[in-house]
């Protein structure tokens, strides 16, 4: 069958990816591809003139768990990610994975993949960025660390240089006296209204110690006020009513873009979330 | 290109355009039909296959990416005891899937039976909900589920 003229280059080592990648600098760096299939027009995937296929490199399918850190290698599918267990991932995060898609969608998506899409923000991008993990960048001869929160510039465009390929996600493990994820629709789907929630804090003897509060509708800009946040350290729980409402009313503000179910969804998350929080 | 993979436990060397759907490929050019092209956004299940040991959409698999994989169709799974495990599980829970989600379903059940002897209430909801075909209910399909695990359980226990 004659094909495209897509070349394909599977390199079995990280050494071969990056060289590759210096090459063909526009080629398409396909890990798990299930963006890039979901969105085409027609039986045929939308392919550039060179891919470049990490199916091969087993470098980027590690994962390393120490006291401090949790490290997956970008190119590991979503559902051996779950396959570590609740115990060994943080719980809001798994909770996201969770939602990326049914089980014949998790065995092909990678962590990597959800990250890197330009122009669109998706499911675990606002959890990874409340966690505050990283990602390694690398390309021959140098390699860098970049927060996830930073890796969409406001444009839309990826932060990423030319050749340089996602090589693994660095995510803090931190105790946490909650965590919570919701997702409403689908960041696939624009027209489901999508709204992603993740909450995070820590409690103690009735009093916030820490608190962080991020939503996303799938767009570069996430809806997340540090302010806000830290003005709620310190409160003693449950929170007054003008607390959850001075803050509610900041929520209300944040973000362009958003249509009114969607920042309505948000805004109960939050007073949800608050109204939620435990003492302990 | 040319590809060389493992179908059904037997090894085929095709020439594929990169770009095509691994789904289209088996239908059209290798005439397995049991894989079902549905929503081709990779949620409904109709077109699963067993892709490297992994239930997977064959919806979201571009033709390139089976180079060098091991890929199972229903095809490949019926002549098996595991399918007849499965079967005989759905018949005695009254919950036969048609035949447009059988595929789907059967593979789903395989890989999920595969990993988890005794499915938990999570993996087996996971597993069910990967399959949209409404053509029975949940409650049989987790029910011919727990008898499949049951008589594939007592047939290894036989050394079958």
Redesign the interface.
């Known amino acids: 069958?004659?094909?495209?003229g897509?070349a394909?280059y599977?390199p079995d080592t990280l050494g071969e990816l990056l060289l590759l990648a210096r090459r063909e600098p526009d080629a398409l760096i396909y890990s798990g591809?299930?963006f890039i299939?979901?969105q085409r027009v027609g039986?045929?995937?939308?392919?550039p003139p060179a891919?470049i296929?990490l199916?091969?490199v087993e470098e980027l399918k590690r994962v390393s768990r120490s006291e401090r850190y949790l490290e997956i290698g970008a190119a590991l599918?979503i559902?051996d990610i779950l396959a570590l267990g609740r115990s060994n991932v943080p719980e809001c995060l798994y909770s996201a994975l969770?939602m990326i898609?049914?089980?014949?969608?998790a065995?092909?998506a990678t962590l990597g993949g959800n990250i890197a899409v330009p122009g669109r923000v998706l499911t675990s991008v606002p959890v990874l960025s409340l966690l505050d993990a990283r990602v390694e960048l690398r390309r021959q001869g140098a390699s860098r660390w970049l927060a996830v929160s930073r890796v969409h510039r406001p444009n839309g465009n990826l932060e990423l240089a030319e050749s340089e390929v996602i090589t693994r996600v660095r995510i803090p493990l931190q105790p946490w006296s909650i965590e919570v994820f919701r997702r409403f629709g689908s960041e696939?789907a624009p027209e489901s209204e999508p709204l992603s929630f993740c909450g995070l804090a820590r409690t103690s003897n009735r009093i916030i110690e820490e608190i962080r509060i991020i939503g996303s509708a799938g767009l570069p800009a996430p809806l997340r006020d540090r302010d806000v946040e830290s003005e709620l350290v310190g409160r003693r729980i449950p929170l007054a009513e003008r607390d959850i409402s001075t803050a509610v009313e900041v929520y209300q503000t944040l973000g362009t873009g958003l249509t009114p179910i969607q920042r309505d969804r948000f805004v109960r998350l939050v007073q949800w979330f608050l109204l939620n929080l435990p003492a302990s | 290109m040319n590809i060389i993979f493992t179908l059904n436990h037997e090894p085929i060397e095709i020439d594929v355009d990169p770009a095509e759907l691994l789904v289209d490929l088996l239908r059209l050019r290798l005439g397995l039909r049991g894989a079902r092209p549905g929503c081709l956004r990779g949620q409904c299940g109709s077109c699963s296959v067993l892709f490297n040991g992994a239930l997977a959409a064959g919806c979201l698999i571009p033709a390139f990416r089976a180079y060098g994989a091991t890929i199972l169709t229903i095809e490949g799974l019926m002549d098996t005891p595991d399918y007849q495990d499965i079967e005989k599980g759905f018949i005695r829970a009254n919950a036969r899937p048609c035949r447009f989600c059988a595929a789907g379903k059967y593979l789903s059940v395989h890989a999920l039976l595969e990993s988890h002897a005794d499915p938990t209430d999570e993996s087996l909801q996971d597993t069910l909900s990967g399959v949209w075909c409404r053509c029975t209910t949940h409650q049989r399909l987790a029910r011919g589920v727990r008898y499949a695990a049951d008589f594939r359980r007592r047939r290894v226990q036989r050394g079958r």
């Open positions: 069958m004659a094909d495209r897509t394909v599977f591809g299930t299939l979901n039986r045929f995937a939308d392919l891919v296929s199916q091969d599918p559902r969770r898609g049914p089980s014949a969608v065995s092909l696939l």
